[in-house]
């Protein structure tokens, strides 16, 4: 398949203006010709742009998707109430099929937001590789001890679950160990161990909240989480830490030193009353930053939009510092950055690339006037504005119309069924 995308804005963060205007050519999976002029070419379909934005489609670097079924369940609570009290029971009573048709839905919410390509931790990895595959969307898929506890040993645990994700130029495997405080000692050096041999990259929930690092110092004589970590040596290897919330600057040296990349969840963790992310401290570390929605159970909703206004916004106002953490830093974040920590070739519109692209109606009251995009990306941009999604060179959502081989209303039905029955007392 040959396709042509012309008379485009294309985002480059690259160039100063971050704008150029030309013609993107697309075959079968990978972006193959960028050019300012005309393309005398043959194409399997020609799409004129008519001057709206192309830009890379959001890497989101932290999600539980199969919870869009618990959208809702508990809101304005604490977060322990919020989740063992509601989340958790409920949780309990999900099938594999279950599921199988939440993941669905949270497919279909990703790509009419514009994002492309997620890291995903859940339960159940069969259901959620089966949807996965079935709508071609791009994924980095955690495997080991989660919050649910198994019928066997944690080193058979960590086999089978792996063996599930069958890897692909769509699909790779990360070990997600869910954090300190649901997983034992004994569990996250196995997964040190098994990981460091087999190479496979790393995760985990990290300095969430004052409780857990407060809990970490009382249990290992005054170490934060990062500290208590390294000392297990779980940042020998690529590492991807979620939240990271409350640290200090020696627990972000140590972050920088191994080269963590960092999810910041912004809109769980002000709902959840968790705290604001230290990124400018992050930045001047020079460490990855990365934007991750979390769970629709404490979000409520899967936009990146929503998220690099909270990451911009909330940068500004904790440190009293309108000048810090700009728009173009935060785009960056939610492509390029994201791409580099789950280690997927996609994230800008560059010749070789992955073809993970969407197409922004910037024809809309809220982009007028037309100077300097990146700002009304990051400050006006709404996820209503995402045109076209494409995903390693398939249209799977366009003008509010799937592509992904399956009907929108029979997993809305699907989804409405299975809330009516996990919450029934």
Known sequence: MKIL???AKILNLDIKEGIINGNVVVENDTISKITTSAINEDFDLVIDVKGNLLMPGFVDTHCHSPMT??????????LDEWLYENVIPCEN???SEDVYWAEKLAILEYLKAGITCIEEGYFKNESIVKALKECNFRARVGFGPTTKTSNVDNFTLLKNEKAIIEESNLIKSVCFVHSIYTINEKEILECVDYTAKNNIPRSIHLSETLNEVGDCTVKHNGKTPVQYLEDLGFFDRQTLCYH???MDKDDLQILADYNVSVSTCPSSNIKLASGIAPIYAMQNKGINITIGTDGV???NSLDMFKEMF????LSKVSIYDASVVSARE????ATLNGAKALGFDVGEIKVGKKADIILININQPHYYPQVNLLSHLVYAGKSGDVYLTMVNGKILYENGKFHIGEDENKIYEQINKIRERITKK
Not at 69 to 78: H, Q, S, T, Y
Request: charge should be positive.
């Open 244 to 246: 990271c919330v409350h």
């Open 330 to 333: 935060v785009l960056k974040m």
């Open 69 to 78: 079924v618990l959208r809702g369940i508990c809101d304005d609570a604490p």
């Open 93 to 95: 009573k999900l099938t």
């Open 310 to 313: 909270l990451v911009a916004t």
């Open 5 to 7: 995308f012309k008379n």
């Open 297 to 299: 159970a404490s979000n």
